[in-house]
């Protein structure tokens, strides 16, 4: 039997303003990623990375194309399928993190399971077991400002991850990090691949983030270049 695509993107283009001053992010952009599979997302600053994941995310909607995840078409979706998807399938970690101050870690992760009202005893098990998880066990009460980039970003994964999504989203995971922590954190997400079943696309202009993927996807002016790389060794 023929697995579906998790991710299908089909002729997406994607700009900002109009006429000579427009900027093309996305130009005509096919990419199709399977269940279970870690593809990097390469290319250098205004490739179109991050207008690409804002589009797989719903931040954005496509000038033309389609965009589908998990089987829904994000341009014809409802509000609430959106919604749906959103709370079930994906997970994504944006650039800055979006880790809220006045909360601890452990209130961060959290509030992915108040929104979909979880159980008091479920949320406690499952902002525990992330946690640890991420090596963070012992930092629940910390805030961010309290914690390392590191650390952060190991909350951030937790939260991402807490209402167990299909299909994780990571914007320049390790751009803040040193070369150590960069490689604990993709490390991190190649475990969740291999152990959970997790699909992760991740952008990166790093070159070593590039190891660590089933497959690499070349970004250059908003066009895929090189699609059929060949799984890396």
Do not use: C
Request: aromatic share 2%; net charge negative.
């Amino acid at each position: 039997m023929t697995t579906q695509p998790l991710i299908e993107l089909r002729g997406l283009h994607k700009s900002y303003g109009s006429g000579p001053t427009a900027v093309h992010a996305l130009r005509g952009v096919d990419l199709e990623v399977a269940p279970g599979e870690l593809v990097v997302l390469s290319g250098r600053s205004g490739a179109g990375k991050t207008t690409l994941l804002g589009l797989l995310a719903g931040f954005l909607a496509p000038d033309a194309g389609t965009v589908r995840v998990a089987g829904t078409d994000l341009v014809a979706a409802g509000a609430a399928e959106y919604a749906a998807l959103r709370r079930e399938t994906v997970g994504v970690i944006q650039q800055d993190l979006a880790l809220l101050p006045m909360l601890t870690a452990a209130e961060n992760v959290e509030v992915p399971l108040r929104i979909v009202r979880a159980e008091p005893a479920q949320r406690d098990a499952r902002v525990l077991e992330l946690l640890g998880r991420v090596g963070l066990a012992g930092h629940a009460h910390q805030r961010p400002d309290e914690m390392s980039g590191g650390q952060q970003q190991r909350v951030a994964i937790a939260r991402a991850l807490a209402n167990r999504p299909a299909l994780l989203l990571a914007d320049e995971p390790t751009a803040q990090l040193d070369s150590e922590t960069a490689a604990r954190i993709m490390g991190l997400l190649r475990e969740l691949v291999e152990e959970e079943g997790l699909t992760v696309l991740v952008a990166t202009h790093d070159p070593a983030v590039e190891a660590v993927g089933d497959r690499v996807v070349h970004l250059q002016d908003g066009e895929v270049h090189d699609p059929a790389d060949a799984p890396l060794g």
